[in-house]
């Protein structure tokens, strides 16, 4: 069964600005940025793109991909997959959107090898739930036997492309997928920011400054990771005070995964931030907090790191899949085994016996990790 990917570029990009698919990001354009990334894991890619007379640009000379224009306009990305599979022969079509710039390559095959295993008469589509449960119809795959069905959703004016996503559907619920799957370029600033993370990934690709903090020293970061329900906050709790005592001024960043809410119903700064503020800034004579909205962006810790500021010791509650460097707290009965990722982990804490290459501290005597804690600051 033959397979192909589209890349879709026909948004309007009103809250851009401008064309998302010309953009600079990294050594090119994004557009050319996608189809290099994608190239090695599909043979035929083909970009979806408005019509000749409303967008005219050269884009197979351009790109080197056969380019789809839509036949419809203003219809959304309905209109874009309508053309594609009327135009395109493969079976199988794999849509993914030009400013989605980090999700998985590898995934897209993987989503592709499901919808062609599985049954054709009753399987069209297979797509990804993000954390929230909302399924992604634009980085999925369908078969050629849902043009149908575009076709009369768009006789009757309905063009949302989740009426696709049915019991004909092939929806992975239960995977673990990165914050960055789900991250889409809509305007400036998460335009920015995606070059910052690209920045980061590919340096040689950018002014040898552009990814480097401000001025000052870099303050050291340590990540105390463990399966939920460990106590990892319990601990710190007790180890702050210890820190606390050596005159350090410490930051302490929570990541919940579960979404959180410190704004309360009724209160000046939740109703101001109900009106559409995206920063929140609360502020008092010992005390300030501040509120970013970022619907989607879920930010990744180094661009978290890089706001704090005139402190000692940065310590980070989670985060146990990244590649900083941490220490993993083991509890006897219930986590007995580290979760998450080994890479960079520089100790262990556990109420039990544990072998490692790396020093073992007791979970139920926190000061005995302080003088290990004030050589990793130095």
Known sequence: MTRALVILCGGLSTRMGCDKAFLPFGASSLL????????P????????????????VDYTGRFGCPAVEDE?????PIGGLYSCLRAIPEDILFFTSVDAPF??????????DRLSNADAGHIRTCTIENPSGQIQPLFAAYRKSCLQRITELI????YRLKA?????????HDGFFPPEQFFNMN?????????????RETPAAFPPDFAVKAAGKKIPVLSFTAKSGTGKTTYLEKLLPLLRQHNLRIAVVKHDAHGFEIDKPGKDSYRLTRAGAEHMILTSEHQTAAIFTHPGLNPDLETLLNRIENVDFIITEGYKLGTQKKIHLLRKGYNETPAGSL?????????????ADVPVFDLNHPEQIIPFLLEYIG
Do not use: M, W
Request: charged content about 20%; aromatic content about 16%; some cysteine.
């Open 32 to 39: 050319n940025y996608q189809i290099t990334r994608f190239r």
């Open 41 to 56: 894991y599909f043979d035929k890619i083909y970009v979806s793109v408005p019509a000749h007379n409303e967008r005219p």
């Open 72 to 76: 419809f306009s203003n219809l959304g």
């Open 103 to 112: 999700t998985d390559p590898s995934l897209a095959v993987t989503l592709c």
């Open 155 to 158: 006789r009757e004016q309905k």
């Open 164 to 172: 696709l996503f049915d019991e004909e559907s092939s929806i992975i």
């Open 187 to 199: 305007d400036p600033t998460s335009y920015y920011y995606a070059l910052h993370k690209l920045s």
């Open 343 to 355: 890479e960079n982990v520089i100790a262990y804490v556990a109420d039990f016996p544990f072998q």
